[in-house]
């Protein structure tokens, strides 16, 4: 598994520079870490599209935005994706965490566990997901997407990835 | 006091603060009373306005940012009140057009009749909260928040009903709307 501190690090060097969003187990030590960095602002935010809506501020205000949440967050934000994102063209990197994952979890999480890849791909917004080995590749990968194409983009993330 | 004559108060007091104009009428009405480079005009993503608006104020503390939203916009995101009241930004102007209606959809209720959104505010860690119902005290309130450094709320009570009138739309697509709204951010 990979480290919390080393996976912030590669989002840090790649250019990401403002990070919010809503807490998931699967990323606890990583907003913990990012929390803690003085170097960067992670804003705790209250629901999902408010995260996203406090990252496309940011963005318009010169930062390169992360937005963290659960997929059951997806949910929360589909609006404020279709109709501020996607069409004023105003990106940020989603990093979501894939719960319900082959239908391995409590009830709650099953029906966006089967389908959170499909929703993305039906409102149209890229989606990747990241394995033990390509954590480096594909988040310097979305930051060339992200800030050439202006729109949003989700790197999933799966349980024991990091740590 | 009508929506319009507000916004008209508001929009003659500008210099070059970020305006963040959330949907419906109220974008529609600013674009069409004032329209400048500063103004970000949400045309969807209803609630957002307080939380886009956030997201500008953190990031650039040199310049005065304003919210402009209504009771509906306020009530959809009120979690956005306690994110700017954590945070404190001391350049944010968070001004509520309250006329207790959704008036872009045809004058529904909300529930901000009998709900003290300028006491949710103060709950909130605002740290300068008024409330006016005259164009006199909305003209010196907005003049005190732009001249003074502070996280301020201003809720605006719109009692007169608007004659109804053809608003125009903003012509300018999203993309313009945001590529204007950030050279002026500079």
Known sequence: ?163 | MNYREAITTITELLDDQLVVCANGLISRETFTIRDRLENFYMIGSMGMASSIGLGVALNKPSKKVIILEGDGNLLMNLGSLPMAGSLQPGNLLHIVLDNEVYASTGNQPTISNVVKLEEIAKSARYTNVKKVTTNEDLKREVVYALENDGLSFLLVKIADKEEQREIGRVTHNPEQIKERFMSATD
């Open chain 1, 1 to 163: 598994m990979s480290k919390s501190e080393d996976f912030a690090q590669e989002l840090i060097d790649s250019g990401y520079d403002f990070f919010t969003g809503v807490p998931c187990t699967i990323i606890g030590n990583l907003i913990t870490t990012l929390t803690d960095r003085p170097d960067i602002t992670y804003i705790p935010a209250v629901r999902e599209d408010a995260a996203v809506g406090v990252a496309s501020g940011a963005y318009m205000a010169g930062k390169i935005p992360v937005v963290l949440m659960q997929n059951s967050g997806l949910g929360q934000c589909l609006n404020t994706l279709t109709s501020l994102n996607l069409i004023y063209k105003l990106p940020c990197l989603l990093i979501v965490t894939w719960r319900g994952f082959e239908g391995k979890d409590a009830p709650e999480h099953l029906v966006m566990g089967r389908t959170c890849n499909k929703l993305l791909d039906t409102i149209g917004i890229p989606h990747h997901n990241f394995n033990h080995d390509n954590i480096k590749s594909l988040v310097n990968m979305s930051y060339k997407l992200v800030t050439e194409n202006r729109e949003p983009m989700v790197l999933f993330l799966k349980k024991g990835i990091i740590e």
